[in-house]
């Protein structure tokens, strides 16, 4: 997949995507496929690594944007 196709991909998940994004979304949805890679057709396979960068990257930037912030300030009033 190329920068331009995870873009596209994560633009439609309504976030925005940077290229230092791309690597550890790669990694990550790499390590997601390797335990079911033997079992599924490589078809398969190539969407759910696509699905799975582009999530990915997608969280990476909600992160940096702190689009987070609140979900994780609410879940800690609800623990103290």
Do not use: W
């Not at 920068?3 to 994004?21: E, F, P, Y």
């Not at 057709?41 to 960068?53: F, I, N, Q, W, Y």
């Amino acid at each position: 997949m190329t920068t331009g196709k995870l873009r596209n991909l994560v633009s439609h998940l309504g976030a925005g995507i940077r290229d230092t994004h791309y690597q550890p979304a790669y990694d990550a949805a790499a390590n997601i496929c390797s335990g079911v890679f033997a079992m599924i057709p490589v078809d398969l396979h190539d969407v759910m690594h696509e699905a799975g960068m582009a999530g990915y990257a997608a969280a990476l930037s909600d992160l940096e944007e702190g689009k987070f912030d609140d979900q994780v300030r609410e879940r800690s009033e609800i623990i103290d």
